[in-house]
T-cell receptor, first 113, second 113 residues
Framework: DAKTTQPPSMDCAEGRAANLPCNHS???????VYWYRQIHSQGPQYIIH???NNETNEMASLIITEDRKSSTLILPHATLRDTAVYYC??????????????FGTGTRLQVTL | DTAVSQTPKYLVTQMGNDKSIKCEQN?????MYWYKQDSKKFLKIMFS???????INETVPNRFSPKSPDKAHLNLHINSLELGDSAVYFC????????????FGPGTRLTVL
């Protein structure tokens, strides 16, 4: 699985959009970009994943650059409850196999009033 | 309607003891996992079971023995506990298939004195 690079920390004002970048310059054609987050003292929570098209769900949007070497997770209206460590994970997806998530150090997002 | 549950939430024990952590999921998933998060917050996979069969076994000391009585349960037994085993242990589950999101339990904080 390709390595990812994320800033160690970011701040965001409540109500504003939080844009969390991830660099994955060695990503290969069959590797997906996944985002999970871990709110303090809780288990990680899946947010979203994508291959090359932009994706949106009820939690967030995922923007993947055309060359797929980087992506941005967007929380459109951050709230205090979004304060967490956000992990960008790149991995190959194969049907019929178990998923071995490899977590890096992530980005600690602090949402402030 | 807890999805993935773990017991106990906290476990404090002496070095050399044997202890177990239990995990249950009611999501109808066929694959379960154990992850370890150490004091530096690095989260690493330990084991994965699919339909009671071991399918992922990372380099984990053989003092750790997972047991899956059925596909809804994956317990972790640890023999001869050591100081370095102190960590938060997370159970997770998913459907088999590398692209399927994993659902994590609340974690068990193990402290070895």
């Amino acid at each position: 699985d390709a390595k990812t690079t994320q800033p160690p920390s970011m701040d965001c004002a409540e109500g504003r959009a939080a844009n969390l970048p991830c660099n994955h310059s060695t990503i290969s054609g069959n590797e997906y970009v996944y985002w999970y987050r871990q709110i303090h003292s809780q288990g990680p929570q899946y947010i979203i994943h994508g291959l090359k098209n932009n994706e949106t769900n009820e939690m967030a949007s995922l923007i993947i650059t055309e060359d797929r070497k980087s992506s941005t997770l967007i929380l459109p209206h951050a709230t205090l409850r979004d304060t967490a460590v956000y992990y960008c994970i790149v991995r190959t997806s194969r049907a019929g196999t178990a998923s071995k998530l490899t977590f890096g150090t992530g980005t600690r997002l602090q949402v402030t009033l | 309607d807890t999805a993935v549950s773990q017991t106990p939430k906290y476990l404090v024990t002496q070095m050399g003891n044997d202890k177990s952590i239990k995990c249950e999921q009611n999501l109808g998933h066929d694959t379960m996992y154990w992850y370890k998060q150490d004091s530096k917050k690095f989260l690493k996979i330990m084991f994965s079971y699919n339909n009671k069969e071991l399918i992922i076994n990372e380099t984990v000391p053989n003092r750790f023995s997972p047991k899956s009585p059925d596909k809804a349960h994956l317990n972790l037994h640890i023999n001869s506990l050591e100081l370095g085993d102190s960590a938060v242990y997370f159970c997770a589950s998913s459907l088999l298939g590398d692209y399927n999101e994993q659902f994590f339990g609340p974690g068990t904080r193990l402290t070895v004195l």
